[in-house]
């Protein structure tokens, strides 16, 4: 079929296979320019089908040769309805992982469930023995408690008072004042219990009792933090109330692991347009702004540039890890310079609907937008047929 973008809103309804293929392509030609990190052998992927996880998935595996099992939650193709972008990159990342010789075996299904869980641990024990590393990059709207058996969904609403600010339809670059009521504390609760580190210690633990970490083994979740413009809907509220959980929970983790020399750390990355970031509203300007600054500076990164730079400069550096007073990695610590986020504040001031196009990076966003779902790329024939029956070669 010829599969064209269909925009939701938030989504795009359709992906393209061969765009999601090249995307993946373009993120492992990246990390093989930059050559081969001394980093993990063995790696657990959780939230790997797309954003930071794919890149963590893609650094690890062709920029450590390891052997990867990635766990996901994507819908399947079905005649005449493409998969979602997560499945064609997992099926790209597996081809690719094939030609060059590199074991990797990927899970579809509810990472919140104990059934998910128990199939990832069968899997990593018959193959793998014990993993290295697992990066924990899960974003998720709801979670159906597996001890509860309770939903929860997660809200982005600010705490205290309603949030008024700017924000930017970034389909046709209208900008308008948005006002988000704030939360109550149920919402907080659910928010926390969804993105904060309940099931990443679960996970954790149930690795370490099923005896499947290596000694020395480590474990990486990610955090945002963002600048003073956000932070009413950001990090001071309920989607800061679970990273502040999230962030804890790495100390808790990171006891957990000392029996076995092991060690858990939070990175703060830097805001990227994501699936999950382009449904929060303010954020979306906040990009714009920082694309067109961070792009000027010259020092505009992507997810996979993101990670590479985890991987090289912090956690297999051979140095000593900096991290800062709160005992986190900063990868955000190019777009929170103070020279950038002082530009940024002043451009706030001035973005209008008009305006807006020349003083941000709308252009920018959009392409990233299009790019999430396999659209945009070069090199990728947008009018010949593609075969949306696409599968990853290890899921049944
Ligand atoms: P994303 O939406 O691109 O990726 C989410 C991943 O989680 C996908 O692989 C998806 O299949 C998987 N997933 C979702 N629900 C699942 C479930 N129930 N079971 C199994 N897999 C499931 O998100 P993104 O942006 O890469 O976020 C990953 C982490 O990075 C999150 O913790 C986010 O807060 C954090 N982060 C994101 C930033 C951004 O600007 N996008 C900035 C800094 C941190």
Known sequence: MIIEPRMRGFICLTSHPKGCEQNVK???????????????????VIGASTGFGLASRITSAFGSNASTIGVFFEKAPS?????????????????????????????NGDAFSNEVKQQTLDLIKQDLGQVDLVIYSLASPVRLHPVTGVLHRS?????GGTFTNKTVDFHTGKVSDVSIEPANEDDIENTVTVMGGEDWAMWMKALKDADLLADGAQTIAY???????????????????????????AFEI?????????????????????????????IPLYISLL??????????????????????????????????DKGRIRIDDWEMRDDVQARIAKLWEEATTEN???????????????NLFGFGFDGVDYLAEANEMVQVSSIQ
């Open 26 to 44: 373009n993120q492992i030609a990246y990390i093989k320019s930059k050559g081969i990190i001394d980093g993990a052998k063995k790696v657990l």
């Open 79 to 107: 005649e005449g309805k493409t998969a979602s972008p997560g499945w064609y990159n997992s099926a790209a990342f597996e081809d690719e992982a094939k030609k060059a010789g590199l074991y990797a075996k990927s899970i």
């Open 155 to 159: 809200t982005l609403k600010p705490i």
């Open 223 to 249: 955090s945002y933090i963002g600048p003073s413009l956000t932070e009413a809907v950001y990090r001071k509220g309920t989607i800061g109330r679970a990273k502040d959980h999230l962030e804890a929970t």
């Open 254 to 282: 990171a006891d957990e692991l000392k029996s076995i020399n092991g060690r858990a750390y939070v990175s703060v990355n830097k805001a990227l347009v994501t699936q999950a970031s382009s449904a929060i509203p303010v």
């Open 291 to 324: 694309y067109k600054i961070m792009k000027e500076e010259g020092i505009h990164e992507g997810c996979i540039e993101q990670i590479q730079r985890l991987y090289a400069d912090r956690l297999f550096s051979g140095k000593e890890l900096p991290l800062d």
């Open 356 to 370: 807006l196009s020349e003083i941000g990076d709308l252009a920018g966003y959009k392409q990233d937008f299009l």
